[in-house]
């Protein structure tokens, strides 16, 4: 697993944690208010409907909860009989998710605006044939004048590419393409 794995793995199971324990807190502060009968061994019964009284092994004790809940009143808010703290509607002073690296953030932002743009298409020039051929060099033997085009050797009347050669001469060479002419030289460093 890599780095980035390790991390998400302990995001997912900090979140775990935090969420058992807020949840078995909210059960316990919720059933302490209910009173519940007791049966003839003087222990609480539980029927249908109704949830367990237990106390989670780890969490905040009642007082500390409704020191929390006490807190946690907004200012406009006159009275509350009841808030309930909930680990998911925690906010960084960032605004940031902390289980999100700033390149995952950045990639989330990428795709949800690329609805927006739509398909993108790469547009890819046609290349002509002048612009495919590279004159390489002119050799001259005994058979003649040939001229190294795109690693290969072709002496005058050859074609390549479809493009027929029609002359060679110095340190040129003049092709024709659909009855166009141009004229490509070796380039000297």
Known sequence: MNLRGHKVAYAV??????????MNTEVWAENKTKTMPLDSKGSKRVGKGELSLRRPLL???????????KTSVPSHVSSASSVTVSAFDFVTQSGRDPTLSPFDVQFLKGQQSAPNRGPVR????????EQMIQL???VE?????LAIINDNMY????????????????????????????????KVD
């Open 13 to 22: 199971l900090w979140l775990c944690l935090v969420h058992l324990l807020f």
């Open 59 to 69: 969490g905040p004790s009642s007082a500390s909860l409704e020191a929390v809940s």
């Open 122 to 129: 790469r547009r890819i020039a046609k290349r002509t044939p």
């Open 136 to 138: 390489q060099g002119i």
């Open 141 to 145: 033997t005994p058979d003649g004048i």
């Open 155 to 186: 002496k005058k009347g050859n074609v390549v590419m479809g493009v027929k050669i029609v002359n060679i001469h110095g340190n040129q060479v003049i092709f024709e393409h659909n009855g166009n002419k141009f004229t490509k030289k070796i």
